[in-house]
C-alpha cells in the first residue's frame, strides 16, 4: 500500500512549470534573435564571396573574405567619411551639453514667467518631420554658400540635439533635492558655483546618457547629410549609399560598409550600458 505522506512529499518537491514564465522566455528569445539576426547576416554578408551573398538556398557555411572591405575603404573613401562623422558627432554632442544642460537646470530650478511655452517650444523641435525641414536647410545652406560644409550639419544636428538634451537632464535636476542648491547659497556660494559643484555632480548620469543618445543621433543621421554633403563633409551613412548605383548593387560592399558603420556604435553602446540605463532611471526614482 503506498504511503500518502510520501505521494504528498514527492508531489510538492516535484518542480511546477511556470507557463507564464515560460512564454515570457520564449518571447525574450524571439525579440532577441530577430534583433540580432539583422546584424548577424550583414556581417556574414560582408565576409562573404559575391557569389556566395547572390546565392539561394544561403550558403551558411562559407570561407571569410575581407576583398569587400578593401573594396569599400579604396571605392568610396569609407575612411573619411566614417572621421567626418566622428568630428560632427562629437562636435554636436559638445555643443549640445554646453547649451542644453543650463538651460534644463533652469527650467527645472527657476520659475518665470513664459517658462511653460519655452518648454513647449524647445521639446516641440523635436516633434518636427526632418523631411519637411530638409529642403529649407538646403536652400538656406546654399544662399549662406556653407554646402559641404561639416559645421552646417554640426549646427543643424543641434536643433534635435538640444531638445533631448533638456528633455533628459531637466529630470535629472528635479530628482536632486532644492535644499541643496539653497545650502550651498547659505554657505555662500553663487548660483553659478552652486549648479556646477553641487547640483550637475549629482545629475552626470543623465548628462551622459544625452551625452549617448545625442552621439549616436548624429552618428546615424542620414537625410541631412545627403542633402547637405557632396564629397569633402560626406559622413559615414551617406557613403554606405554611394555604391548603389545603376542595376548593381554591390551588396558585399554595402554590408561591408554598414558593418563599419555601425560596430563602433554597439561597441560604445556595450562600454556605456551601465551608465544608460542607471540615467534613464535615476530621475524616474524619488
Not at 504511503?3 to 522566455?25: F, I, K, M, T
Not at 524571439?30 to 547572390?54: E, G, H, N, Q, Y
Not at 546654399?142 to 538634451?165: E, K, S
Request: aromatic share 12%; charged share 15%.
Amino acid at each position: 500500500m503506498i504511503d500518502a505522506d510520501v505521494v504528498r512529499e514527492n508531489a510538492v518537491s516535484r518542480p511546477r512549470v511556470d507557463l507564464g514564465h515560460l512564454a515570457v522566455g520564449v518571447a525574450l528569445v524571439l525579440v532577441i534573435v530577430a534583433t540580432v539576426f539583422p546584424f548577424f547576416w550583414m556581417v556574414a554578408a560582408s565576409l562573404k564571396t559575391r557569389a556566395d551573398v547572390l546565392a539561394f538556398p544561403p550558403v551558411w557555411i562559407f570561407t571569410p573574405t575581407l576583398d569587400h572591405y578593401r573594396e569599400a575603404l579604396s571605392r568610396v573613401d569609407v575612411a573619411r567619411s566614417l572621421f567626418n562623422s566622428l568630428i560632427i558627432g562629437t562636435a554636436s554632442t559638445f555643443l549640445a551639453l554646453l547649451v542644453g544642460t543650463p538651460a534644463a537646470y533652469a527650467l527645472a530650478r527657476w520659475e518665470w514667467r513664459g517658462k511653460r511655452e519655452v518648454w513647449f517650444w524647445i521639446i516641440s523641435n523635436r516633434f518636427m518631420s526632418p523631411v519637411v525641414l530638409a529642403l529649407p536647410f538646403f536652400l538656406l545652406a546654399r544662399a549662406l554658400g556653407v554646402l559641404d560644409n561639416p559645421w552646417t550639419l554640426v549646427a543643424i544636428y543641434l536643433t534635435f540635439n538640444v531638445p533631448l538634451v533638456v528633455w533628459i537632464v531637466m529630470d535629472q535636476f528635479r530628482a536632486v533635492p532644492r535644499e541643496l542648491d539653497e545650502a550651498a547659497v547659505v554657505d555662500g556660494a553663487t548660483p553659478f558655483i552652486a549648479f556646477f559643484r553641487v547640483v550637475l555632480p549629482l545629475a552626470t548620469p543623465g548628462v551622459v546618457v544625452s551625452a549617448i543618445l545625442c552621439f549616436i543621433f548624429s552618428w546615424n543621421e542620414l537625410l541631412y547629410a545627403l542633402v547637405l554633403t557632396r564629397a569633402a563633409a560626406r559622413t559615414a551613412p551617406v557613403a554606405a549609399t554611394a555604391f548603389m548605383s545603376g542595376y548593381d548593387l554591390p551588396w558585399g560592399e554595402i554590408m561591408a560598409t554598414g558593418t563599419m558603420i555601425v560596430l563602433p556604435v554597439i561597441v560604445f553602446a556595450l562600454l556605456v550600458s551601465r551608465h544608460l540605463v542607471r540615467g534613464l532611471t535615476l530621475g524616474a526614482i524619488k
